[in-house]
């Protein structure tokens, strides 16, 4: 009776310890899951106080903007009036708000060729200063087979059953392109030509191009002005040179070929016709970032809002 009543008693205890076990296991996952909640918690205030900050970025660079061009009624006015204005941008690259902070910085879309409305010419011209003109021509082709609506194949282009037998996973939108870095799906465009040409190419901007901001490749790739013309436009404008009109840029190219005038190049301005502001929050001591890149049409002395796209970084 004695041992059986021993028995008893040592199955009761290994139930308590399995029933502790058990209780343990239970507050581990509790205390986990609160953990868990929690840390969602802060991480859903990071990305909103980020968003909101990145989105403040974007309200003061556009300001700024406005502010210099209040009095600007012709290009040439706005021309001046921008001049200065990356400096002013460089205030903007660290600034508080609240908890958090926000860095907005401004790009000149007029410097650089569209890819969805420059002139074939054109981006040839560009991408041959990266790749030979074979390989150029065939990448516009497919660009432009990319682009359209129809499955009609160009003479150097590529449809559907082209990326199919290349094995490529992408195949033509038949839409513009609607980020910059879809144009590495296209057929022909090699990492190393993406790299190379990126930083002279957007997907927002339109058929104008700045000559007081683009940089000697875009220039030099519109065929009316050629790498010389492009070093005649760019040594002007590193001795302190600003144009004011393209009647000047005509006359000056005109004069470096021997003429009164050069041809009229209508696809040419002094002034920034869209601009893209790229604005990034975050809070302190938290990893994550947001970024806003907002792009506008200038008209007149006001910004028009052409794109907006977000992104956690």
Avoid: C
């Amino acid at each position: 009776m004695k041992g059986r009543a021993l028995g008893r008693g040592g199955v009761a205890l290994v139930l308590v310890l399995w029933l502790v076990v058990l209780l343990g296991a239970v507050a581990a996952a509790v205390v986990g899951s609160t953990r868990s909640a929690s840390n969602v918690l802060v991480n859903a205030r990071a990305r909103t106080v980020a968003r909101y900050a990145a989105e403040s970025g974007i309200v003061a660079g556009a300001a700024l903007l406005e502010q210099r061009m209040a009095a600007a009624y012709t290009p040439a006015q706005r021309a001046l009036a921008l001049a200065g204005v990356y400096r002013a941008f460089a205030d903007l690259k660290d600034v508080p708000l609240g908890s958090a902070r926000f860095g907005v910085a401004m790009t000149n879309l007029s410097g650089r060729l569209d890819l969805n409305q420059a002139a074939p010419s054109d981006l040839v011209g560009l991408l041959s200063q990266f790749t030979s003109p074979a390989v150029a021509g065939a990448v516009v082709d497919a660009l432009q087979d990319w682009r359209d609506a129809d499955d009609l194949v160009r003479p150097l282009g590529a449809e559907n059953e082209s990326y199919r037998q290349a094995g490529s996973p992408y195949v033509p939108r038949n839409a513009p392109l609607n980020r910059l870095d879809e144009f590495r799906r296209v057929r022909g465009v090699t990492e190393a030509l993406w790299v190379a040409v990126a930083p002279y190419v957007t997907v927002d901007g339109d058929l104008l191009i700045d000559v007081n901001a683009a940089p000697e490749q875009v220039l030099a790739a519109v065929p009316e002005i050629g790498a010389a013309g492009a070093r005649t436009l760019v040594s002007r404008r590193s001795g302190g040179g600003l144009f004011t009109s393209v009647a000047e840029v005509q006359l000056l190219l005109g004069r470096r070929g021997g003429r009164a005038a050069a041809l009229p190049i209508p696809r040419l301005t002094v002034a920034p016709s869209r601009v893209l502001l790229v604005s990034r929050g975050w809070n302190p001591g938290h990893p994550l970032t947001h970024e806003i890149q907002a792009g506008y049409a200038v008209v007149g002395q006001h910004l028009r809002l052409q794109s907006w796209r977000e992104r956690d970084l």
